[in-house]
T-cell receptor
Framework: KAGVTQTPRYLIKTRGQQVTLSCSPI?????VSWYQQTPGQGLQFLFE???????NKGNFPGRFSGRQFSNSRSEMNVSTLELGDSALYLC??????????????FGSGTQLSVL | AQSVTQPDIHITVSEGASLELRCNYS??????LFWYVQSPGQGLQLLLK??????LVQGIKGFEAEFKRSQSSFNLRKPSVHWSDAAEYFC?????????????FGQGTELSVKP
């Protein structure tokens, strides 16, 4: 079974631009979560989607948005990039939300550098 | 609000020595607790999780963790460390039932292994 796939692996943008990151979950998984990882703030939850609906949202500005498609693939978008948005963005998928056996499977991430 | 504290930013142990990584959490109810490991440039891999029941949890790669409610701790242990265990380790608490994709992570403990 293929794991969680994130594309692209690396991305370089300049301030003010926007960026779209993609995540393909494990086959059969319908929940996708996004995390931002930085040396200073660590791992922070961005949002979670299940069946094309946002289920949870972290404390990030509105410049960070996401969506999920009918095939469970997810994208996140960051508009008007700032230097502080430089980070590793991790996507995780899981099966049945609310199950006590639920666990997250993480992709390798997209390393975003904002210049 | 939920929080996780990993008091040790960096730990060095000799290969073959035992290991204990500390984790303290703050959560109002019975927590869902996790330990993840991250190798450089990679995503996170789940080592073990605690939802309920036996307070000593066995995981992959020979790791175990013990949930101690009285101390609000969930320390990770391994009896004999291998060089391949060098990585960053993250403790996390689930944000609540049916919030499966939303985890609160500690700041991480970087483990170095001396030959």
């Amino acid at each position: 079974k293929a794991g969680v796939t994130q594309t692209p692996r690396y991305l370089i943008k300049t301030r003010g631009q926007q960026v779209t990151l993609s995540c393909s979950p494990i086959s059969g998984h319908r929940s996708v979560s996004w995390y931002q990882q930085t040396p200073g703030q660590g791992l922070q939850f961005l949002f979670e989607y299940f069946s094309e609906t946002q289920r949870n949202k972290g404390n990030f500005p509105g410049r960070f948005s996401g969506r999920q498609f009918s095939n469970s693939r997810s994208e996140m978008n960051v508009s008007t990039l700032e230097l502080g948005d430089s980070a590793l963005y991790l996507c995780a998928s899981s099966g049945r939300p609310g199950s006590t056996n639920e666990k997250l499977f993480f992709g390798s991430g997209t390393q975003l550098s904002v210049l | 609000a939920q929080s996780v504290t990993q008091p040790d930013i960096h730990i060095t142990v000799s290969e073959g020595a035992s290991l204990e990584l500390r984790c303290n959490y703050s959560y109002g109810a019975t927590p869902y607790l996790f330990w993840y490991v991250q190798s450089p440039g990679q995503g996170l891999q789940l080592l073990l999780k605690y939802f309920s029941g036996d307070t000593l949890v066995q995981g992959i790669k020979g790791f175990e963790a013990e949930f101690k409610r009285s101390q609000s701790s969930f320390n990770l242990r391994k009896p004999s460390v291998h060089w391949s265990d060098a990585a960053e380790y993250f403790c996390a608490v689930g944000a609540g039932y049916n919030q499966g994709g939303k985890l609160i992570f500690g700041q991480g403990t970087e483990l170095s292994v001396k030959p």
